[in-house]
């Protein structure tokens, strides 16, 4: 279980997150909703302690986060970290090189998938695609837990698709997948749980399912009743 | 162990295609510096002796004899030194920044591999710190190569044959970079590898605390100086003459990995603790 307890976070004196708690369990996909600006990437970042937060507590399964957990847990971000320069294969060559939990199998099952050539260099990919290689390097570890930064942001609807596909698919399965988006529309079918952001707090949480069950109501319900407060 | 000599082959394979075009550069600059100052040289030593019916002696007397010092002394050498220096010092501030400002931020991959954030920071000092070296080595043998060059070029009684460390202390910063001591060695390259980690971590100051940074980080800078220079300071204002001039190599010794130390040691706190990407 990833817990996110009470974080704040400042950018000078601009106080970002004030206060920021959720937990995100494994097998479930959890979706931080929120405008731009909201704080989403800083909780991500945070997470994987690539921004220092001014107090609180992350523990990914019971742990702070260190070296050995990152090949438990992966971000991706909402653009690829990989040098423009590499094939394909070599940034799936540098994966292997680094990471354990790489599974070469599974790269080459996403690879066919998304029907990219490995031979391709990741500057003359179309953004789609780029973004699907994002995806790629990210689902091929096999890791517990996988956070993306708006995946589906900026690229084609057939793209989308595909990778929509993806989350209902045994590569997704069994992991804890925290997602963020500014447009839940696209992901709402996907989610298990939904941690809606404002103002540098969590305004409400809860899960979809028991949600639609017991008072009748959408994700993009809940938030419009959180936006009209 | 395995993790930074894997990141350390892949920063310099990052270098490599830039590595390349300084060694070509320095290379066909000085041998062609070389074969065109020599013609030069015999050219008018033809025309004085041979169109001006001077003698060989009084040629020599108002020329001098041909040496490498007059191809050390030359753009054509100093040049390409100059370019090598100036690029690996840029390249000090672009090992790092690229990664945050290329247009695929891989700095969020270099961070999350899995393992010690050290060695991201090792592995970039010490493909500066190759680099240096391999030139520096390739100069090396290029003045063995300028040296039998020469013989080829210029006859025997227009040219002064200067042994290797003639021409390294021909060239006046050269003793620097090609010290003629192991001393030597160690102090050239410590103090450089000193250097190397103060400004890294200086950069990751300024990556961590953004503009307040660029301040802190020059607080920085000038206050590992200090404490560099610390034991001269007090053998110059407090003690003048108290200390042997062992003792004083021993305390610049200890002030200069203090201030190494110190440096690593910050740099691995920023890294863990600090970073923004």
Known sequence: ?229 | MINFLKLLRFELDRFFKLYVVLIVVTIVSQLAGLVIISKLYMRRAREEIVVNQNSMESFLETYGQFSLANLTHSLWFVGPIALCIVSLLIYVFFIWYRDWFGKNTFIYRLLMLPTERLNVYLAKAMTIFTMVLGLVSLQIVLIYLEMNLVRLLVPRDFRLDLPIQGVIHSFDYFYILIPNSFIGFLISYGTGLMALFVLFTAILIERSYRLKGVFIGGLYVTASFLVFISPLLLSEIFLPRFFYPTEMILLEVFAGLIVMAGAIWLGHYLLNKKIRV
């Open chain 1, 1 to 229: 279980m990833i817990e996110v307890r009470e974080i704040t976070k400042r950018f000078g004196r601009k106080e970002v997150l004030k206060g920021v708690s959720f937990t995100a369990e494994k097998g479930e996909i959890t979706c931080l909703i929120g405008v731009n600006g909201v704080g989403k990437t800083t909780i991500m970042n945070a997470i994987m302690n690539l921004t220092p937060i001014q107090s609180g507590e992350i523990l990914i399964d019971g742990q702070k986060i260190n070296k050995r957990s990152y090949e438990k847990i992966m971000f991706i971000p909402d653009a690829i970290t990989m040098l423009p320069q590499m094939t394909i294969q070599q940034a799936m060559q540098f994966m292997d090189d680094f990471y354990e939990s790489w599974n070469e199998k599974r790269a080459k099952e996403l690879l066919d998938f998304f029907k990219l050539e490995e031979g391709n260099k990741i500057s003359n990919l179309s953004k789609g695609n780029t973004a699907k290689i994002n995806l790629l390097l990210g689902l091929a570890l096999d890791v517990d837990y996988l956070l993306m930064d708006e995946p589906f942001s900026g690229i084609d609807i057939f793209s989308r698709e595909q990778i929509a596909d993806v989350f209902t698919s045994h590569l997704v399965e069994d992991r804890g997948v925290i997602i963020t988006t500014h447009e839940i529309s696209d992901i709402e079918h996907l989610i298990d749980k939904a941690v809606i952001l404002n103002d540098g707090t969590v305004v409400k949480s809860f899960y979809t399912e028991e949600m639609r069950e017991k008072e009748g109501k959408s994700v993009i319900d809940v938030l419009r009743e959180v936006h009209l407060q």
